[in-house]
Each structure stands twice: as C-alpha cells, then as structure tokens.
C-alpha cells in the first residue's frame, strides 16, 4: 500500500503577499501617525509596479526599484518622507492603470471580460455587443486611471511650499497652493472610482439596453464577493498569456 502523500503547500503569487503587505504597512502608518510606515508601504508598492520587470531581471527596474530606494532613505534622513505618503495616490492609480493596460495585450483577456465571467458567467460575455464594450472599457479605465495618475504627480510635484519640487530646492514651473491642492492629492484619485463606476453604470444600460441588467448594489456585492478569484485571474495572467 502506497505511503499517503502529503498536501502540496499553498503558494501565494507574489503579487498578492505585496498587496496584503502594502495595505498592512498603510493602514499602520495611517493609525500611528509614523511616515516611516509609509516609506516602507510606498517602497512595496513600487515593488507591485515593477514586479514584472524585477522577475525578469531587467536592469531598468532593478535600477529604478534600487533608486526608490535610495530616494526614500534621503526623504527619512531629512525630515521629509511624508512626501511618501504623498506619493502613494500617484503609485496606486499608476499601479491600476498597468493592470487594466496589461489585459490588453494579445493573447491576454481584457479585464473587464473577465469581471463578467466572474460574475455572471461566460454566457453573459457571449452575448452581442458585451465583449467589444468589455474590452473598450477596460481601455478607458486604463486611459482614465494613468491621466489621473499624471495629474496627481502635477499636484505632488507642484505644490508648495511642501511639494516634491520644494524639498529638492527647485522652483516649480507651477506654483499650485491652498490646501484644496493637498485634499485633491489624498482623496482624489480614490473618489474618482466610485463616481466613474455609477457613471458607467448608467452608460452600460443604455448601450446595452436589450440586455438584462442586476441593479447596482447586487453588482456591487457580487464584485466584493468574488474578487479572489479576479485577482488568481490577474496573478496567472502571464503564463496563460503565453500558452
């Protein structure tokens, strides 16, 4: 009789022990007030940024990974790494935008497409009209989600007297003051999200409107339910990409 062998050991895809560890050191640095925290969480976020280009050893995101590094260890050394924290609004929709972005390439699922085989199944994705628009709104996401990137790294750059530019000694091209600038930085790009998902939304009923549609709060509940096996989809994207 054949020894029982043991249980394969789960194995987390790197992707996700960075994600849980940055909203970890986040969410510390938000409840202890310690910008030092929020180094550490923007230094794994970049790490998410360019862990693709870190698994393939090229030198580009080598350098650019041990760069961040070093800029975040002279922000500490002078007094300065709340401008890290300033930068993880920047870090995450630039983050959001390369995964929207990633899906479409060929050979790869738009993500959208995949939101719905998730949560109403691939029939749904079958339908006339629902794979077109599942792939152009993952593009817009991606449009939307790096535009708002590049505004936020304006603001953060620009802002002074307590901007990036500023700390380094540099007058920036664009003096942006007033604390409407900094409330923009930190809560922007977050609400952004939600206004565009009630606003697609409503679109999506009217170009799909010969299509049976759950009302808002289901779809929602069913995305928060379900996103585990959106993110196993994300971290096996590659290797199915290549097959």
Same mark, same amino acid.
């Given at each position: 009789?054949? +020894?029982?062998?043991?249980?394969?050991?789960?194995?987390?895809? *790197?992707?996700?022990? %960075?994600?849980?560890?940055?909203?970890?050191?986040?969410?510390?640095?938000?409840?202890?007030?310690?910008?030092?925290?929020?180094?550490?969480?923007?230094?794994?976020?970049?790490?998410?940024?360019?862990?693709?280009?870190?698994?393939?050893?090229?030198? /580009?995101?080598?350098?650019?990974?041990?760069?961040?590094?070093? %800029?975040? %260890?002279?922000?500490?050394?002078?007094?300065?790494?709340? /401008?890290?924290?300033?930068?993880?609004?920047?870090?995450?929709?630039?983050?959001?935008?390369?995964?929207?972005?990633?899906?479409?390439?060929?050979?790869?699922?738009?993500?959208?497409?995949?939101?719905?085989?998730?949560?109403?199944?691939?029939?749904?994705?079958?339908?006339?009209?629902? $794979?077109?628009?599942?792939?152009?709104?993952?593009?817009?996401?991606?449009?939307? /989600?790096?535009?708002?990137?590049?505004?936020?790294?304006?603001?953060?750059?620009?802002?002074? *007297?307590?901007?990036?530019?500023?700390?380094?000694?540099?007058?920036?091209?664009?003096?942006?003051?007033?604390?409407?600038?900094?409330?923009?930085?930190?809560?922007?790009?977050?609400?952004?999200?939600?206004?565009?998902?009630?606003?697609?939304?409503?679109?999506?009923?009217?170009?799909?409107?010969?299509?049976?549609?759950?009302?808002?709060?289901?779809?929602?509940?069913?995305? $928060?339910?379900?996103? *585990?096996?959106?993110?196993?989809?994300?971290?096996?994207? +590659?290797?199915?990409?290549?097959?």
């Amino acid at each position: 009789m054949p +020894a029982p062998t043991a249980a394969a050991p789960v194995r987390r895809p *790197p992707a996700l022990v %960075l994600a849980a560890l940055y909203a970890a050191l986040l969410l510390a640095a938000f409840v202890s007030g310690r910008d030092e925290l929020a180094g550490l969480a923007a230094f794994v976020l970049l790490g998410l940024l360019l862990g693709a280009g870190l698994r393939r050893g090229r030198a /580009l995101a080598w350098l650019a990974w041990l760069g961040s590094a070093a %800029l975040l %260890l002279w922000l500490g050394r002078h007094g300065r790494m709340r /401008l890290a924290l300033d930068a993880l609004p920047v870090l995450v929709n630039a983050l959001l935008a390369g995964v929207f972005a990633r899906t479409l390439r060929a050979g790869s699922e738009p993500l959208i497409a995949r939101v719905i085989c998730v949560l109403e199944g691939a029939e749904r994705l079958a339908l006339p009209r629902v $794979a077109p628009y599942a792939r152009a709104l993952t593009a817009a996401w991606a449009l939307l /989600l790096g535009a708002q990137a590049l505004a936020l790294a304006i603001v953060l750059a620009c802002r002074v *007297p307590d901007g990036a530019l500023a700390a380094f000694g540099l007058v920036p091209p664009l003096a942006l003051e007033g604390a409407a600038w900094r409330a923009y930085l930190q809560w922007g790009g977050y609400a952004l999200v939600p206004a565009f998902l009630v606003l697609e939304y409503a679109f999506r009923r009217f170009w799909l409107r010969a299509l049976p549609h759950a009302p808002l709060p289901l779809f929602l509940a069913r995305l $928060a339910q379900r996103w *585990p096996a959106l993110l196993h989809s994300l971290a096996h994207d +590659a290797p199915r990409a290549r097959a």
